[in-house]
């Protein structure tokens, strides 16, 4: 259950919106969180992901790296693609993999290749953060870059500060209200102790103050 009602999320949203500086460009809104009662060296780290309503990354970069079915598929929504055998041409350098990597927000890979990849192209992946998300060899890649563009993902690594976004200014006030209030229920639902781990959650827009709702 919620410790923060509907309609204290709608006035804080509202705030959020009017009382600042208006920009000549889309503003990110993000969720800012400070965990508490949290030991990140003994307690299990957690990680998880989950879809909202209304996508907060609609101009997400997506890079794919797909069987020929998925790159012929990818080709056709504007994506760049690359296959099995330009991974190979790489010959595992980390320049050209990272010069490749370097447009892309997030990688997607067909399921059958998620094995090899490592095979080919070494960890580099992995250092840079951009490890692709599987799509299962059923799944179209238009599907999994909608649901991607409409997920967000929490991970404790070595800190109790935790960020995400949660919508952009071009959204209603209440998609934004609906995606945060889906936000905060799954962080919530990821912590050991539920709302006894949250310390304390703030809003804000990508150039705006921040905003406290709880805590």
């Not at 600042?20 to 400070?34: A, G, S, V």
């Not at 998300?133 to 059923?138: D, W």
Request: with cysteine; net charge positive; charged share 25%.
């Amino acid at each position: 259950m919620s410790k923060i009602q509907s309609e204290q999320l709608k006035k804080y949203i509202h705030e959020m919106l009017t009382e600042r500086k208006k920009r000549n460009f889309k503003e990110t809104t993000e969720l800012q969180i400070q965990l508490r009662d949290y030991d990140v060296q003994k307690d299990k780290r957690f990680q998880g992901s989950t879809r909202l309503l209304h996508s907060p990354y609609p101009n997400i970069k997506i890079g794919v790296i797909g069987n020929l079915t998925h790159c012929d598929q990818a080709k056709a929504l504007g994506l760049t693609a690359i296959d099995q055998d330009g991974l190979k041409k790489f010959n595992k350098e980390k320049k050209p993999i990272k010069k490749w990597c370097k447009p892309f927000d997030i990688l997607i890979a067909s399921e059958s290749l998620m094995k090899v990849i490592p095979r080919l192209v070494g960890n580099v992946f992995t250092k840079i953060g951009k490890f692709p998300i599987a799509i299962p060899e059923t799944e179209s890649v238009s599907s999994k870059v909608n649901e991607v563009k409409a997920s967000v993902k929490f991970q404790l690594k070595n800190t109790l500060s935790l960020g995400t976004a949660f919508g952009t200014d071009e959204m209603t006030e209440d998609q934004l209200r609906q995606n945060l209030s889906t936000t905060i229920n799954f962080l919530v639902s990821l912590l050991k102790k539920g709302w006894n781990n949250v310390g304390t959650l703030h809003i804000k827009t990508s150039m705006g103050k921040p905003i406290k709702i709880y805590g």
